[in-house]
């Protein structure tokens, strides 16, 4: 499942959507989140990898039939905490290639531009030699701050092939038009002098020693240049969705499978290098943290640093909400509604998904189901046109999450409607299922029993339910006191507070 709240092993190629549950991926470097990968041969420290740039390691060529597909959609919490901290924003199951055996060695090659895998290189690698009196702790705060500066150095590679080897050969060749390219790479193109600014300012610290000193005033000056990453974040929702149904032209397919499977790809496909700034960006506050851990009291970075790293998290958080909102919306906008009752207040008024994904009702009817923030939404995905475009027809009434009674049910148990028919044979018993149902009049007393995929993202749905359930009776309690308060209120004046609050606020549920 995938959760709303920015959520990639270099590796290894993200998998398809496949309509599994998902949380939005949320940018904030929480555990359940964003995955972060990479060779651990890259990072001096143990307690880091490297999330931003794809495999260093050797690996065997592709067989051209294997098939990796994209990654996941993003879904929201109500914090950066959440791509994309839930289910979809945030929940990713990846799948590696398979590798076939070597291929025979040809006697003549072509030179790649491009380097087949990354260096692994150190910052003691580089410095002929160490002064004696140079301290352990020392060392391993100059390889963070050399890390921090070769991924800088990678990423603006990778963005680079992108540009080069993805955007130009397929507005040339036809193989998209302009805007359909515009909305797949989306601002990518203006990241680039942004980090190559960020790399001269990090190799302009290197002393004649090639030790860095003070780093501190150098990120307190740069970090507030990630707010760009809000326009290209924000477009990666439909830029995903986009790519997706293109890939179901052949032509498109055929070029993007080429392009992986050759050496300069290192097995990722396109939306991987996509996806590249977001796990960059939620990599900052890693490597802040070790340079705080390896700064002596007594360093200058002392006071600056903790004020990088509250500057860079504030960012991120404003990131992934902007993301999340940029998400909702999207979704939204992708409903369809066989009755017009259905379009209830709630839908309009939620700005994030706690997570969406595929569920299986008692009947084995594969749903979509939308946890907004304020609703629940039982869906069927219905191909809509020629292009392969996706909607989704609302099934049943929506229940506000205000209302919402949620109940674990055993493995094994049946459900109130009936079996989950179609979902198994023979004598295997019903697993992963739980219950909502709701007790307001305007969802006439409805029911469903859900089967989720696997424990897991059964346990991710319930934990999603619960806060967004928690969230709405809450802000519920909270109106009412509000309106309450008003009432009460002999001031006219206060009358007239009361009353900007209360309108400040979407409409409440129904009782």
């Not at 051209?64 to 959609?73: F, L, N, P, Q, Y």
């Not at 993003?74 to 839930?86: D, E, I, Y």
């Not at 498109?252 to 996806?275: A, G």
């Amino acid at each position: 499942m995938k959760e709303t709240k920015m959520e990639s092993d270099e590796n290894e190629a993200d998998s398809s959507l496949a309509w599994s549950p998902v949380q939005r991926d949320r940018l904030l470097t929480y555990g359940n989140l964003s995955d972060f990968a990479g060779d651990e041969d890259d990072f001096p420290c143990d307690s880091l990898q490297d999330s931003e740039g794809p495999c260093n390691k050797r690996v065997k060529p592709v067989d051209r039939s294997s098939e990796v597909t994209g990654i996941i959609t993003p879904v929201k919490t109500p914090a950066l905490k959440r791509l994309g901290q839930s289910i979809q924003r945030s929940i990713s199951f990846r799948t590696e290639a398979r590798p076939l055996p070597p291929m025979p060695i040809r006697t003549r090659q072509k030179a790649s531009s491009f380097p087949r895998r990354r260096s692994s290189q150190l910052w003691s690698d580089t410095v002929d030699s160490m002064s004696q009196d140079m301290s352990a702790r020392e060392i391993k705060r100059q390889e963070v701050i050399y890390e921090m500066t070769q991924g800088e150095r990678q990423l603006i590679e990778d963005l680079s092939l992108v540009k080069k080897v993805y955007y130009e050969p397929m507005l040339k060749l036809d193989i998209m038009t302009e805007s359909e390219l515009g909305q797949i790479f989306g601002t990518l193109d203006s990241l680039i002098p942004l980090h190559e600014d960020f790399l001269a300012r990090l190799e302009k610290l290197r002393g004649s020693e090639k030790t860095v000193g003070e780093v501190g005033p150098t990120l307190l000056d740069w970090f507030p240049c990630l707010e760009a990453y809000i326009t290209y974040c924000c477009n990666q929702v439909g830029a995903k969705a986009l790519l997706d149904q293109k890939k179901q032209v052949r032509r498109v397919e055929e070029f993007l499978r080429l392009c992986q499977e050759s050496s300069f790809s290192r097995k990722l496909d396109l939306w991987n290098f996509l996806d590249l700034p977001r796990s960059r960006l939620v990599k900052y506050p890693l490597l802040l943290k070790e340079i705080q851990k390896t700064t002596p009291a007594d360093h200058p970075d002392e006071e600056t640093l903790p004020q990088a790293m509250e500057l860079i998290q504030n960012i991120i958080t404003e990131v992934n909400q902007k993301t999340g909102e940029a998400e909702c919306q999207f979704y939204r906008r992708g409903l369809s509604y066989p009755e017009e009752g259905q379009r209830v207040s709630e839908i309009q008024a939620s700005r994030f998904l706690y997570c969406h994904g595929e569920l299986k009702n008692t009947k084995g009817q594969k749903l979509h189901v939308f946890l907004f923030e304020r609703v629940l939404v039982l869906t069927r995905p219905v191909v809509q046109d020629k292009d392969g475009t996706v909607q989704f027809q609302v099934y049943r009434q929506p229940l506000p999450a205000a209302q919402i009674l949620l109940e674990d049910l055993p493995d094994g148990e049946a459900s109130s409607s009936g079996s989950f028919r179609g979902a198994f044979t023979g004598n295997d018993k019903v697993k992963n299922c739980f219950r909502v149902s709701s007790r307001g009049r305007s969802t006439k007393g409805q029911s469903h029993s859900l089967q989720a995929n696997d424990s897991f993202n059964k346990q991710q749905w319930i934990s999603c339910l619960r806060q967004a359930i928690v969230q709405s009776r809450d802000r519920f309690s909270q109106d009412s006191q509000s309106k309450a308060s008003s009432r009460l209120s002999p001031d006219p004046a206060l009358d007239h507070i009361a009353e900007l609050s209360l309108n400040s606020d979407v409409e409440m549920p129904d009782t």
